[in-house]
């Protein structure tokens, strides 16, 4: 059973750079297949898709957030990133990391979330 | 891109059925069968319900069907029960490795 969790400050200030961990377990990041992506969703509103990495190194960006964003991953501790810079208060949101299979595009497997408040 | 266009609400009585549209365009819903759809209950992370239009995931009951037809994809849930109550989200690939959401639709069950 594939399993995420995310990690990281649950505040940040403005003009500072959000960072987030997904830890894997039951399943390799390493491995070709699946996206390993970050969703997002401010309080009360929808989801949006931030981007993904596969086969370890390439990575495709939302375009609206593609200058701000940085995914990278760490094979050997079975974990990829989420970086954001530049950040303000429209980016307080529920942070999801998740599991893409590349053959459907369906997000079989997320995490449980972790909000981040962008405040001073 | 643009987000797909849900309507905001939904709702049919226990035992009825129901559908969500989602509208995208000629490049994304219209051109691709990547159309996935998700559940959420409050507080909850997203649930794959529905892939490549119209395959159910694994576990999901099959009360639970998707269609397309041109660039809109729907969510039908028929036999509606208490539990179904939730928000539901769309997807769809957009070419260029992109994905994009739907706003929403919150579902209320009668």
């Known amino acids: 059973q594939v399993q995420l969790q995310e990690s990281g400050p649950g505040l940040v200030k403005p003009s500072e750079t959000l960072s987030l961990t997904c830890t894997v377990s039951?399943?390799?990041?390493?491995?070709?297949?699946?996206?390993w992506s970050w969703i997002r969703q401010p309080p009360g509103k929808g989801l949006e898709w931030i981007g993904y990495?596969?086969?370890?190194?390439?990575?495709n960006y939302n375009p609206s957030l593609k200058s701000r964003v940085t995914i990278s991953v760490d094979t050997s501790k079975n974990q990829f990133s989420l970086k954001l810079n530049s950040v303000t208060a429209a980016d307080t949101a529920v942070y999801y990391c998740?599991?893409?299979?590349?053959?459907?595009?369906?997000?079989?497997?997320w995490g449980r979330g972790t909000l981040v408040t962008v405040s001073s | 891109q643009s987000a797909l266009t849900q309507p905001p609400s939904a709702s049919g009585s226990l035992g009825q059925s129901v559908t969500i549209s989602c509208t995208g365009t000629?490049?994304?819903?219209?051109?691709?069968?990547?159309v996935s759809w998700y559940q959420q209950h409050p507080g909850k992370a997203p649930k794959l319900m529905i892939y490549?239009?119209?395959k159910r995931s694994s576990g999901v009951p099959d009360r639970f069907s998707g269609s397309k037809s041109g660039n809109t994809a729907s969510l039908i849930v028929s036999g509606l029960q208490a539990e179904d109550e939730a928000d539901y989200y769309c997807?769809?690939?957009?070419?260029?490795?992109?994905?994009?959401f739907g706003g929403g639709t919150k579902l209320t069950v009668l």
């Open positions: 998740a599991r893409a299979a590349a053959s459907t595009v369906g997000l079989d497997y």
């Open positions: 490549e239009v119209s």
């Open positions: 000629s490049s994304d819903v219209g051109f691709y069968n990547y």
């Open positions: 997807s769809s690939y957009a070419g260029s490795n992109n994905l994009v």
């Open positions: 039951g399943g390799s990041v390493s491995g070709g297949g699946y996206y």
């Open positions: 990495i596969y086969y370890s190194a390439n990575t």
